[in-house]
């Protein structure tokens, strides 16, 4: 403001200066020179207080762009050399040769100090070609998801080419019509740099209020706590279309100064009104659409927060769950075929064709079609939810997620399987409403059959105390002996438990009954047999097994018989272990004894 108002207080002591001395001659000759030139420097200088506005060669603290010291000077030197040069010619020099001499004359004055400026502006462009492309893409590089960033980037690689094809056509063009054309081109190009400005500061203020995010007060957060993500995953999207939509605008803008296009006819004409307005009613359906899924999604997160309001349950998780799918889906085509309709096609055939498709697809498809129907009447009878511990399609283990076509089970060993609902023929649910540990305990046939039920009494009352009180309804539940096993007498009795308490219960009730046996001299029984020799006396007592002890080798008057057996005895170990007599009793006094007799 400072430099301007010294340009506009020197242009105004000129003027004064020239009126105080003013002299008339013959031709009124020297007040149109004094006229010119007070004109031709207030325009100039006017054009050189914006450069240093811009640049602010002697003011780093001022300067808008990033540039050196070094930097600004020499562009700031070469820009006003340029604008003194070609301002003074235009506005000064040529209407006085014009006048003086000819007007041939001062259009070869024109054209060379033109000429002169173009092949000089043409030598600076080339000496700074890379110097300013990596500056661009110094500043691309910190707006790398603008949309200002990427142009920059883009023009880094082709700016000299614009420049010097800019000034080529400035130049031919002033030189067919110049009373015409240049005026043309340089309010065309100021109109544009001010459209562009424009465009880059609402594009920047946009970029700043996205990079700030969105935060919440603390308790909405607490009620709330994804809705701040989704907002700030939402809104980046919003601005990065108004971005997109303000860099059109202005991209149109310079079409209509330029003359490209006539953007404003075409907008007044009734095609181009209402494609204006199914552009703004395709915005506000899309920005309404994704408020409202912001809202459900809200809503839906509120319910399943175990702080506020009531913990919702297995089954409130799963349908809340499917009916956001089935939501999100529902919204998404609803809002394509909205802004299809304001786009002016008729949804109606689509409708149509999706039905034929569908119904095409149901009879392809018709596992999935199973899949599906199957999984809502599960839904719908509440035979499983997230968390359950079920058996589905032979798989056992917890539900980790429900979907209308498929169940996810994790098996105790850590198998993640996922089964489609047309798989499922029956459903065990080992969490529904309450849960029953049953304890059915081995003990030997001599134990006291009431010892056995008052240790188990005593168990339960141990296992209560060590802190499954809560997750235990009612008393214990004495079936009493159920079977009467190979080695075992089995006693049955059964603990009723809080859903899915069952598991870790059952393994404590299981030591503590180990313990307390123990105590007891109660024995839990194992798989053994009893070996019994034959011949048992009344009493049922079988007697020792013979062992022939070492001594005197016995004869028999039967030679033939006694050499066979002496030559068993000489045969080798291996040999004689495969020799082998069996005998159901004891031998009869008289008859002949094997040797040796071998018990197994």
């Known amino acids: ?30 007040e149109m020179n004094r006229a010119l030139f007070l004109n031709a420097f207030l325009v100039i200088e006017f054009i050189k207080v914006l450069a240093r506005t811009l640049l602010a060669p002697r003011w780093p603290a001022l300067r808008i762009w990033t540039l050196g010291d070094t930097t600004a000077a020499y562009w700031y030197f070469w820009l006003s050399r340029f604008v003194s040069v070609v301002g003074y010619t235009m506005f000064f020099l040529a209407p006085i040769v014009a006048v003086n001499v000819s ?57 000299h080419v614009v420049a010097i094809g800019y000034l080529i056509l400035v130049f031919v063009l002033w030189l067919a019509a110049p009373a015409m054309a240049l005026p043309f081109v340089l309010a065309a190009t100021v109109q544009s740099i001010v459209a562009v ?30 809705l701040e993500r989704r907002l700030n995953a939402f809104v980046p999207n919003v601005l990065r279309v108004v971005r997109i939509l303000v860099a059109a605008v202005v991209l149109l803008v310079i079409a209509q100064f330029w003359r490209a296009a006539d953007v404003v006819g075409w907008l007044s004409s009734e095609v181009g009104q209402r494609f204006a307005v ?18 459900v999604q809200s809503w839906v997160e509120y319910r399943l927060n175990p702080n506020y309001g009531h913990v919702p349950s297995p089954r409130e998780r799963t349908l809340l769950a499917l009916f956001r799918n089935a939501f999100v889906v529902a919204l998404g085509v609803l809002i394509v075929m909205l802004v299809l309709s304001e786009f002016g096609v008729n949804i109606g055939p689509l409708l149509a064709g999706a039905g034929v498709v569908g119904l095409a697809v149901g009879f392809g498809a018709q596992k999935l079609v199973q899949d599906i129907i199957t999984g809502a009447f599960i839904q719908f009878e509440n035979a499983m939810n997230e968390g359950d511990v079920v058996t589905a399609g032979g798989v ?80 214990l539940e004495m079936h009493g002996v159920t079977e009467f096993a190979d080695s075992a007498i089995l006693v049955r009795a059964r603990i009723k438990t809080k859903p899915g308490k069952h598991f870790a219960l059952g393994r404590a009730y299981n030591e503590i009954i180990k313990e307390v046996f123990e105590e007891r001299g109660i024995e839990i029984p194992f798989p053994h047999v009893t070996f019994y020799m034959g011949g048992e006396d009344k009493a049922g007592k079988s007697p020792p097994p013979r062992i022939k002890r070492p001594g005197p080798k016995l004869t028999t008057e039967r030679p033939k018989r006694g050499a066979a057996t002496n030559a068993a005895l000489t045969k080798s170990p291996k040999r004689r272990r495969k020799t082998r007599v069996t005998q159901d009793g004891p031998a009869d006094e008289g008859q002949d004894a094997p040797d040796q007799t071998e018990v197994s």
């Open 1 to 30: 403001m400072a430099d301007a108002l010294t340009v506009l207080a020197a242009w105004a002591i000129g003027s004064v200066s020239s009126l105080s001395a003013f002299v008339i001659d013959q031709a009124g000759q020297a």
């Open 103 to 159: 007007e041939d004359a001062a259009q070869v004055v024109r054209v060379v100090v033109m000429f002169a400026a173009l092949v000089l502006a043409l030598i600076v462009i080339l000496q700074n070609r890379d110097q300013v492309r990596r500056w661009l893409l110094r500043r691309s590089e910190t707006r790398r998801t603008d949309i200002l960033g990427r142009f920059l980037a883009g023009l880094a690689r082709l700016w």
């Open 197 to 226: 400005a424009i465009g880059v500061l609402l594009t920047g203020i946009i970029a700043r209020v996205a990079g700030a995010g969105i935060n919440l007060p603390a308790e909405v957060s607490e009620r709330l706590p994804l």
């Open 278 to 295: 199914s552009i703004v009613s395709a915005i506000l359906i899309m920005l309404v659409g994704g408020l409202i899924y912001l809202a």
């Open 396 to 475: 056992t283990g917890t539900v980790e997620r429900l979907t209308i076509r498929s169940v996810s089970l994790r098996t105790l060993d850590g198998a993640y399987h996922l089964i489609p609902f047309s798989s499922v023929d029956a459903v065990t649910n080992f969490m529904k409403n309450f849960s029953y540990h049953v304890a059915s305990i081995g003990v030997d046939y001599g134990a006291s059959i009431p010892e056995v039920k008052q240790a188990m009494h005593e168990a339960f009352d141990k296992l209560k105390e060590a802190g499954f009180a809560g997750d235990i309804i009612g008393d």
